[in-house]
């Protein structure tokens, strides 16, 4: 006879890492700024979306690998760290060099 097998766990609610943590305030960033760019000024939502993505980065770049979270994506911190810092500064970019269209 073979003994029971126990239940499995809860799922858990929070992220178990500085990291999570992190990638969840960049997600939460990113979407405020969806948000603004469909109910408000436009360069104001991507560049918050810009931003959220750079402080990503410098957070990729400064946390431990075992404590990047859903932050480490590749097995490089520095594709990781180029990819979103590259992302970040181009949509800040745009949304300052696009010219104004008359209206």
Known sequence: MTAPTPPP?????????LGGLVYLLV????????LVVALGPWRRGVTLIGVALLVGAVMRTLLPENEAGMLRVRRSRWIDLVMLAGVGAALIVLAVVIPDQPG
Do not use: D, E, Y
């Not at 766990?9 to 890492?17: C, G, L, Q």
């Not at 997600?27 to 969806?34: E, F, H, K, P, T």
């Open 27 to 34: 997600v939460a960033a990113a979407g405020v700024g969806l």
């Open 9 to 17: 766990p809860a799922p858990r609610r929070r992220p178990s890492t």
